[in-house]
């Protein structure tokens, strides 16, 4: 009977679009601390069941579930916190510069700040961070210095890139945050070499490499898969399931038919499925793969489930797309408010911290983008004029000197 | 006749075409129900239903290969790739299959596909956002590269793209998406409206693939051209007050060679211009044809007016790009060198 049906071509799409109320059931959501945790050193084959789970620590008191919950000490806590609400602080200044135009571009990672700012605190000096450009949270965790963002934004005489990049498109090999480009899915190699190369040299070193759910489905990811798989590679390779792509819901990455983590049983590797919004989830499940990775164990791969609340980038219009009432209706929450509640509940934190911790970052954001505004925003000041032949090479060729001579003159 | 500026004459000529030939489907990131980031397929799905233009999975690579199976079905895709910056990682299927698919079965299957990508700088797109990628494609055996510089030329070079039996990289500049951009970015925007190639039929109409046009002509040099810099050299002929004749390619293969070299052995003089770096660029191997073809006509040094040899920078942005003050200085060179 099925043979005679004719064939149609199935085109996936999202659960709502604008005018439509958000319908999030897909995500399969489960109660915080019912997904089982086993040891890091257990086998990949004795753990096929946990992408199908959702590791969650944060239930809706605040209180901390389960057999994942960590041992995190306050003051780490605390860091946390401040690192995500600087970072939401800086997201909403520059995306309000450009919009007065004295930058050219921007793209928020608000509502995925946890993802960041936890790995970030879990990771060593010496190893490294492959980030995308929604990941500036792994920086301010760091303590990163606030006006070399800034100057990198403006492209002005001060930025350490020397007015090369896009603003967000970093690179901070002293903070362990390898080199950012447009080009989706093409450091995720790159951190399954580095990786390789740390187990080569005989170190301690791991790799965090991080893409959008959307680049699941660049060819590079599969391949970085393989050679991740093939050789062990001490590397946490982690997807941000933000649910959107721009305009493209998570199904046109397959994400209808399986979840991200579930990638991982096909090549053997360990697949986690993780509340993106919940720090302490976080937190746990990178200091487990970064535990298996140092102990020679091999990848492991991460889905966190998040959402991407702000646009795509100050290009983008998600209205044109997505219900406007998507962002609040994501049932996860919000992981500046969670982390919140628990630190309250817990006793370590109050509200009246809290209050005084966003003026704090506010007041740091604007002081900082004062100063980069004095260096000069976008085209005010630059780089000297030379300097763009630099870099090409290590030395300059004929072609970049004889026209380095035309240019200046 | 309706005014249009470039991307609604692309967003006419998909519409045309999807109403025309029913194999003909359009697929890329995000084209589907938003319309494409450019917009060029605004309204498309809603107008003719998902399976007409539809949203790929973001894999540049996949997005070609898939369109060559169909396209060797018998289908006729028109694919979008979101920045010509990111069609490398399809370039093995453009080079190794779309470009051989005909030769190597010996006409058993052909590809007869589309891919319409943006490229070129002047949006403050930095190193992932501004490559001007056009001489890879040309020196590919058995790859059509078009490049259209009006909404007139766009719409009637990417219906002959589409009535194509083999596959054509359609490169679209950017920067001319909105208006006739000269290469002044300090002067305000200007539209399309203004502009006599903004009159674009609203039906079907295509123009041959390998007629360039003279859009100005003149007695002292020779000017080849494409895509953004078409409006650059006009500007810098205007400035300079040479009188230049101005050709735009319209396409890079097939090339116009005969309309080129009329033009040449005509001025005794010639200037290339291109927003790609200099070195085996495009206009490299023009050069090497115009003195092939030329040589015993030629007045002068033919010169080259292009990118510097670096990634396209962001602060350098209009550093970098080959402006009008960069192609009339070599305008003056050419006509007052003396052999
Ligand atoms: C190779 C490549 N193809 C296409 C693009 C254009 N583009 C930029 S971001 C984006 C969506 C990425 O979505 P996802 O991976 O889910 O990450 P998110 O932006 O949601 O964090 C696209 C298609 C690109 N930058 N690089």
Redesign the pocket.
């Given at each position: 009977m099925l043979r005679n049906a004719r064939l149609s071509l199935h085109i996936p799409e999202p659960s709502a679009r604008p005018g439509d109320r958000p319908d999030f059931r897909h995500l399969a959501l489960r109660p915080a601390g019912e997904t089982r945790r086993p040891e890091p050193e257990s086998p990949a084959a004795e753990m096929r069941d946990l992408p199908y789970e959702l590791v969650r620590v944060l239930d809706d008191q605040g209180q901390a579930q389960g057999p994942w919950a960590p041992l995190i000490p306050s003051e780490t806590l605390r860091r946390g916190l401040a690192a995500m609400v600087l970072t939401r602080a800086f997201d909403d200044r520059i995306f309000r510069l450009q919009r007065q135009g004295k930058t050219s571009f921007y793209m928020r990672s608000t509502g995925e700040e946890a993802l960041s700012v936890a790995p970030s605190l879990v990771l060593d000096t010496g190893d490294m961070c492959f980030p995308?450009y929604?990941n500036v949270g792994f920086l301010m965790a760091r303590d990163y210095p606030l006006l070399d963002l800034v100057n990198q934004i403006f492209s002005n005489a001060r930025d350490p890139l020397k007015g090369r990049q896009m603003p967000v498109l970093y690179s901070a090999r002293d903070y362990g945050f390898y080199s950012v480009s447009?080009?989706?899915?093409?450091r995720i190699g790159h951190a399954v070499g580095w990786a390789m190369a740390s187990a080569w040299s005989g170190d301690d070193k791991i790799a965090l490499a991080y893409?959008?759910?959307?680049?699941v489905a660049?060819g590079a990811v599969h391949e970085a898969l393989t050679f991740a798989t093939v050789y062990h590679a001490p590397v946490i390779l982690a997807i941000?399931n933000?649910q959107?792509?721009?305009s493209s819901f998570h199904g046109l990455a397959g994400g209808n038919e399986t979840t991200f983590a579930a990638r991982a049983l096909a090549y053997g590797l360990p697949g986690l499925r993780v509340d993106g919004n919940d720090f302490l989830a976080v937190h746990a499940a990178v200091a487990w793969a970064a535990e298996r990775a140092r102990s020679n164990l091999g990848a492991t791969l991460i889905e966190f489930v998040t959402y991407?609340t702000s646009g795509?980038s100050t290009s983008d219009d998600p209205a044109r797309y997505r219900p406007d009432e998507e962002p609040a209706a994501f049932p996860l929450g919000d992981p500046v408010e969670r982390l919140k509640t628990h630190m309250i509940a817990a006793g370590h934190w109050s509200e009246a911290d809290h209050d005084a911790l966003v003026r704090d970052c506010d007041e740091r954001v604007r002081a900082t983008v004062k100063e980069g505004e004095a260096v000069g925003t976008l085209g005010v000041t630059k780089p000297p004029l030379g300097s763009m032949f630099e870099d090409v090479f290590k030395t300059p060729d004929w072609r970049q000197i004889r026209q380095r001579r035309e240019v200046e003159g | 006749m309706p005014r249009m500026n470039m991307i609604q004459a692309i967003n006419s000529a998909l519409d045309v075409m999807l109403s025309r030939d029913p194999k003909m489907l359009i697929f890329g990131?995000?084209v589907g129900y938003f319309g494409g980031v450019f917009r060029a397929t605004d309204g498309l799905a809603a107008k003719y239903g998902a399976k007409r233009c539809f949203d790929a999975p973001?894999s540049?690579g996949g997005i070609i290969a898939t369109a060559i199976g169909m396209g060797a079905y018998g289908l006729r895709p028109v694919v979008e790739i979101?920045?010509a910056d990111?069609i490398l990682?399809a370039y093995d299927q453009l080079v190794s299959e779309a470009a051989r698919l005909r030769y190597r079965s010996a006409g058993d299957f052909w590809a007869p596909i589309t891919v319409r990508t943006p490229y070129g700088g002047g949006i403050f797109g930095g190193q992932?956002h501004s490559s001007s990628p056009e001489a890879i494609f040309a020196h590919v055996t058995g790859l059509k590269t078009v490049i259209p510089s009006t909404p007139y030329d766009a719409k009637g070079l990417l219906i002959a793209a589409i009535e194509e039996d083999d596959p054509v990289i359609f490169l679209e500049p950017k920067r001319l998406y909105q208006g006739p951009f000269d290469g002044h970015p300090e002067r305000p925007v200007e539209p399309w409206s203004n502009h006599p190639a903004s009159e674009v039929p609203e039906g079907h109409y295509a123009i041959p693939l390998g007629t360039a046009n003279v859009v100005r002509a003149g007695r002292a040099v020779t000017v080849l051209a494409y895509g953004t810099m078409v409006h650059v050299a006009q500007a810098a002929a205007a400035e300079t007050g040479i009188d230049a004749e101005v050709i735009d390619l319209r396409t890079l293969v097939p090339l116009d060679i005969d309309t080129v070299t009329a033009s040449v052995k005509k001025t005794g003089r010639c200037v290339i211009v291109h927003e790609a770096s200099r070195f085996g660029g495009y206009g490299a191997e023009l050069s090497a044809l115009v003195q092939e073809e030329c040589f015993y006509h030629l007045q002068a040094p033919i010169e080259r007016v292009t990118g510097w040899d670096t990634p396209y920078p962001h602060a350098f942005e209009w550093d970098y790009f080959p402006g009008p003050a960069r192609v009339g200085k070599a305008l003056r060179r050419c006509v007052e060198a003396e052999t």
């Open positions: 995308t929604r447009g080009n989706l899915g093409s893409i959008g759910e959307g680049t660049e941000s933000n959107w792509a721009i991407r795509h | 990131e995000d973001i540049e979101q920045f990111y990682p992932t």
